[in-house]
Antibody, heavy 116, light 110 residues
Framework: QVQLKESGPGLVQPSQTLSLTCTVSGFSLMDYSVHWVRQPPGKGLEWMGRMKYDGDTYYNSALKSRLSISRDTSKSQVFLKMNSLQTEDTAIYYC??????????WGQGTLVTVSS | DIVLTQSPVLAVSLGQRATISCRASQSVSISSINLMHWYQQKPGQQPKLLIYRASNLASGIPARFSGSGSGTDFTLTIDPVQADDIAAYYCQQSRESPPTFGGGTKLELK
């Protein structure tokens, strides 16, 4: 069955770089796009960026200068890197599979706290 | 970017109908295809797809959920509301990149 799972550090210091991994199973990264979505505590969902099935990337313009998404298809992993983290980047980070529009499958999310 | 606007809170009684609206800043429809989707999110859980392309029920979703609308105005209806439906609901468009979400509507009990 389709599964996505986020992993990474729970705590990041201000100004440092966040690195997250989304490990997928049940489908190929060459068949579906994987997106990153985050949610600050008590707030709504913010789309961050995506790795398309053909390897193309696209980013939220507000995050573009700090964000990079890559993948390793052999390991079924998609990576998120975001630099210059601030307290407002504290959020639950989700990876999700796009089924030609809607996000049908989501990881459980990983909470990232930015604090010294 | 396409902005999606939802009312923040809707109070409803159990057994009654809940109507949650989402308005887009521009049309999210292409011909007869309405590229608007709805999600439910309970506290501590990831979002769950309820409705895709405005009116199609996602797999395993109860028939008391339904969606309608086209162009810029869309509605998610829950009828009748059950206790398990108390959650936040988000609309999302895939008409244009970047995909965007509404701010969410928190369904509360009256």
């Amino acid at each position: 069955q389709v599964q996505l799972k986020e992993s990474g550090p729970g705590l990041v210091q201000p100004s440092q770089t966040l690195s997250l991994t989304c490990t997928v199973s049940g489908f190929s990264l060459m068949d579906y796009s994987v997106h990153w979505v985050r949610q600050p505590p008590g707030k709504g969902l913010e789309w961050m960026g995506r790795m398309k099935y053909d390897g193309d990337t696209y980013y939220n313009s507000a995050l573009k200068s700090r964000l990079s998404i890559s993948r390793d298809t052999s390991k079924s992993q998609v990576f998120l890197k975001m630099n210059s983290l601030q307290t407002e980047d504290t959020a639950i980070y989700y990876c999700t599979r796009a089924d030609y529009g809607p996000f049908a499958y989501w990881g459980q999310g990983t909470l990232v706290t930015v604090s010294s | 970017d396409i902005v999606l606007t939802q009312s923040p809170v809707l109070a409803v009684s159990l057994g009654q109908r809940a109507t949650i609206s989402c308005r887009a800043s521009q049309s999210v429809s292409i011909s007869s295809i309405n590229l608007m989707h709805w999600y439910q999110q309970k506290p501590g859980q990831q979002p769950k797809l309820l409705i895709y392309r405005a009116s199609n029920l996602a797999s395993g979703i109860p028939a008391r959920f339904s969606g309608s609308g086209s162009g810029t105005d869309f509605t998610l209806t829950i009828d009748p509301v059950q206790a398990d439906d108390i959650a936040a609901y988000y609309c999302q468009q895939s008409r244009e990149s970047p995909p965007t979400f509404g701010g969410g509507t928190k369904l509360e009990l009256k």
